[in-house]
């Protein structure tokens, strides 16, 4: 046994199956998000085309999820002040949570949300289902 718990407990094996997990979903979300699209076309036009509108465009999602993630963090922090979360660790949750909502019905992904940030501030869940905002 080692100072971090016995070799192969579960919460190491969800870590290392996590990674690959996240691999296979990400290559059926592309899989799904790019099938009919034809690449030769998209390409040439990618090669015409003015990077600045696409610039500015990638400038304003990024500030966009930015604040978001802000104001998600300001709300759990009214729910649980005594540790708020970093933006960098929300900010993959509150992601997580748009990919739910785009694949899964009912917006199944606030769901996931919640469970995830409840999840990383290591306390119940309701905390979160009951302040869930974004």
Not at 25 to 30: C, G, Q, R, W, Y
Not at 80 to 99: E, Q
């Amino acid at each position: 046994m080692s100072a971090g718990g016995p070799r192969g407990s579960v919460p190491g094996r969800r870590r290392h199956l996590a990674a690959p997990l996240g691999v296979i979903i990400s290559v059926v979300a592309l899989y799904f998000a790019f099938r009919g699209v034809d690449v030769e076309a998209a390409l040439m036009r990618l090669q015409h085309a003015d990077p600045l509108p696409l610039i500015a465009i990638l400038g304003i999602i990024g500030a966009q999820l930015f604040l978001r993630t802000v104001r998600w963090r300001a709300l759990l922090a009214i729910a649980h002040p005594v540790r708020p979360l970093r933006v960098a660790t929300l900010l993959p949750i509150l992601l997580i949570g748009y990919l739910g909502n785009a694949v899964l019905p009912a917006r199944l992904g606030e769901l996931i949300r919640a469970f995830l940030a409840a999840r990383a501030e290591r306390h119940d869940s309701g905390v979160v289902f009951r302040h869930r905002g974004a």
